[in-house]
């Protein structure tokens, strides 16, 4: 894999992260580095458990469904653990 798809994989990473911090309410914890992770991570987990409950991902649709769901899900534990943040 050469640099672009790097490149490519942390773009949609971030786009992913960004979506999930959209539709989870409250105020969201980290910055553009944590925000891609989230999205990155949330893809494995949200690819996990559609396989766990016999969902079929191909279809580039329930992919990008379960990523954002593995990301909310991902979002909602790191605020359980980081907890909430401060306003100055």
Known sequence: MGFFDYLWIG??????GVIAKL?????DP???????????????LG???ARAFGISTTDDAMWFIM???G?????L??????GP???P
Request: glycine letters at 16%; aromatic letters at 2%.
């Open 11 to 16: 773009l949609i990473g971030l786009a992913i």
């Open 85 to 87: 943040r401060k306003t």
């Open 47 to 49: 690819g996990s458990l």
């Open 30 to 44: 980290g910055g553009c580095i944590v925000t891609m992770l989230i999205g990155l991570v949330g893809s494995v």
């Open 67 to 69: 990523s954002v769901v």
């Open 23 to 27: 539709l989870t309410p409250g105020r």
């Open 71 to 75: 990301a909310i899900i991902l979002l």
């Open 77 to 82: 534990i790191y605020r359980l653990i980081i």
